[in-house]
């Protein structure tokens, strides 16, 4: 299972938010550059980096932040946040994305999202699954839907998705342990590769998402508050080859 660190940015920094409030801004670093440098040299090689600028404004605002990591270090970048055009998901692939997460633009414009997985594939094209009481929520997360979550992805893959990120709103950020009952839940529900993403405080919760099937386990705030360590998740790494 792959540990996925989570570099959100708003105005080129590096913060964390709690339940997706922008209210709740914390700031951890004022150079993302140097945070992905760090995880790198800790023996991670992929990160989700999100443009919470851009998810706000729904069109894509710090790809610099992108362009100098995806440069400057060998992570394989997964990017999101406000991608709702052809021209921003250039900008993010031109920019060094490996793979982008895209969400509202599934809710609110399935053709042209479908159109983005046969250009692109489905190994390129994550669907953001974001839930509030198993209904997709969208426009970072401001608006809950009507889409229930396990019908939701179902649909998509249909289409060609592959990688889900699913994030319980609720647990985001949080330090309350992940949502593995809705985990479980997709998964026997949906033949996915499913990323878990909110809630994850000690390695624990990393080794019961990687037995329940999960693909892979995006966390934040543990992180940056220090309750895992670098070297916590490196001795996780190192044990797992």
Not at 50 to 69: F, M, P, Q, T
Not at 122 to 144: E, H, M, P, R, Y
């Amino acid at each position: 299972m792959k540990i996925i660190p989570a570099i959100d940015i708003i105005e080129g920094k590096c913060v964390r938010l709690a339940q997706g409030i922008y209210q709740t801004k914390k700031i951890y670093s004022v150079n993302p550059l140097e945070m992905a440098k760090k995880f790198y040299d800790h023996g991670i090689r992929n990160i989700h980096l999100v443009d919470l600028d851009g998810a706000r404004s729904s069109k894509i605002i710090n790809y610099k932040v992108l362009e100098s990591i995806a440069s400057k270090t060998d992570l394989s970048i997964d990017f999101g946040g406000g991608l709702k055009s052809e021209k921003d998901v250039e900008i993010a692939f031109n920019s060094g994305a490996e793979k982008i997460t895209v969400g509202s633009i599934a809710v609110e414009k399935p053709k042209t999202f479908q159109s983005w997985l046969l250009k692109y594939g489905g190994n390129k094209i994550i669907l953001g699954a974001d839930v509030k009481n198993k209904f997709i929520c969208i426009n970072g997360w401001i608006d809950q839907t009507d889409h229930q979550i396990y019908e939701f992805i179902n649909y998509n893959k249909s289409k060609g998705v592959e990688y889900v990120i699913c994030t319980d709103i609720k647990k985001d950020g949080m330090l309350n342990g992940p949502s593995f009952k809705l985990y479980q839940s997709i998964l026997k529900n949906c033949n996915i590769k499913l990323i878990g993403s909110g809630g994850i405080s000690k390695i624990s919760d990393i080794e019961k998402l990687s037995e329940i099937g999960c693909h892979g386990a995006i966390i934040g705030k543990s992180l940056y508050e220090k309750k895992i360590s670098l070297r916590d998740i490196e001795k996780y790494i190192i044990a797992k080859c």
